[in-house]
């Protein structure tokens, strides 16, 4: 078995879980690590480009951003662990050493599961950009300047509207950016674009989800008016004035070692559902505390 190891080099913390990581796994399989990792690590370890890694799985150490550049990065399946402060699509808890370990010795057994999710592509005259896990955000490049966008479905318009900008997300992404424009929280398993403007003007954040086999394209109407387009939070592309983005279900996809896959215990954990906590097993109605 081979284990890579990749730690986002500016948290002390997951720089010194990766060292725990190498140290725990040991010669039970063959490591590698990212190039990023081996020069905060001081290490004679193998390493390797991330976008070049080949392993069995992937250790990533850090917060969704780590996980999402690495994803960016390779098809190596991936364990997120959390070193950050929310880590939303982490599935190990880096604060808790029986957790850290317990995942790894499982990594280590062949003691999980590979969670599929679905990503988007998209393009800019011609230009592929990377693939998303989260979202393709097309945002106005000047602060409190708005920006009119036509939206269209399978190239065919279906409506413009003026706003900060537009969030074309995953269904993983529903839990992300999107979120935070009203928009649903979708089932990763439910293939799906998710379309969420940010901060429209004279219209309520309402969303449209839309058939995954559809391409959606947004375009900034205005010449002369730029935006920037941001896959995943990480770096931003220059969007001239009259110039689209188009956007289409990947070929490629997101695949994470899980332990748990319980998606909704994830988002109770999170305190994100919209929903109360599930009454105990055996409580009755008479056992709720009630209001004065």
Do not use: C
Not at 223 to 235: I, W
């Amino acid at each position: 078995m081979k284990i890579g190891i990749t730690a986002n080099p500016q948290k002390p913390k997951a720089v010194e879980l990766a060292r725990q990581a190498v140290a725990r796994v040991g010669d039970k399989a063959d490591v590698v690590v990212s190039e990023e990792t081996a020069s905060v690590l001081g290490t004679g370890l193998p390493s390797s480009p991330l976008e070049a890694l080949t392993a069995d799985a992937l250790i990533a150490i850090g917060g969704d951003g780590t996980f999402l550049y690495a994803l960016q990065q390779t098809t190596v399946p991936l364990l997120p662990v959390n070193a950050g402060t929310f880590g939303f699509l982490a599935e190990v808890d880096g604060g808790s050493e029986q957790a850290f370990t317990s995942a790894i010795d499982r990594l280590l057994r062949g003691d999980y599961l590979l969670e599929s999710r679905m990503k988007l592509a998209s393009h800019v005259a011609g230009t592929h950009l990377p693939d998303a896990t989260n979202e393709v955000v097309v945002h106005t490049s000047q602060v409190a300047k708005m920006r009119r966008f036509e939206i269209a479905v399978s190239g065919e318009p279906v409506g413009e509207l003026r706003a900060d900008g537009v969030i074309l997300g995953t269904p993983t992404g529903s839990t992300s950016y999107a979120l935070s424009a009203m928009g649903p929280i979708v089932d990763p398993g439910v293939p799906a674009i998710v379309i969420a403007a940010l901060a429209p003007f004279r219209a309520s954040p309402r969303t449209v989800v839309v058939d995954p086999l559809k391409t959606v394209t947004v375009r900034l109407m205005d010449p002369g008016k730029e935006g920037v387009l941001v896959v995943d939070g990480q770096g931003e592309h220059p969007l001239p004035g009259g110039e689209s983005v188009t956007v289409y279900r990947s070929t490629r996809q997101a695949t994470f070692v899980r332990f748990h896959p319980h998606f909704f215990d994830r988002l109770r954990g999170k305190k994100i559902l919209p929903w109360t906590d599930v009454e105990p097993r055996g409580a009755s109605h008479a056992d709720l505390p009630t209001s004065t």
